[in-house]
């Protein structure tokens, strides 16, 4: 009688384990397949996306808003050598002209690397 007893319990713990070993592979699947295909939004990312949706200047706003640490953090703002978070990219300020019109040459921080001719 004890006998038939431990040998169902142990095809219930095999059965159980069993089940438990499937459930990890296909969760594992699963993480997987929704890490490579889906972007993980960060906060700094969210920022660009949510404020680009309106105009350059409505962003530029919102960048002249942050420090120089979360400045650095985003990938749509730079940092001024004027201590001014503005609207911009590697490239340089999104607005980018004088009250004349004129490109003005500026040198700033995008991701905390320095560009420009002023950069030591």
Request: charged share 20%; proline share 1%.
């Amino acid at each position: 009688m004890r006998n038939l007893f431990y040998m169902r319990l142990l095809k219930i713990i095999g059965f159980i384990l069993g089940l438990w070993i499937i459930l990890h592979y296909v969760v594992k699947v699963v993480y997987k397949m929704n890490k490579e295909n889906f972007e993980i939004s960060t906060a700094e990312h969210s920022f660009c996306k949510i404020n680009t949706t309106s105009s350059s200047g409505g962003i530029n706003n919102k960048c002249n808003q942050l420090t120089y640490k979360n400045c650095n953090k985003t990938d749509c703002c730079i940092f001024e050598k004027d201590n001014k978070c503005v609207a911009g990219n590697s490239n340089g300020p999104i607005l980018n002209t004088d009250e004349n019109g004129k490109t003005k040459q500026v040198t700033f921080f995008y991701k905390n690397k320095c560009y420009g001719n002023k950069c030591s």
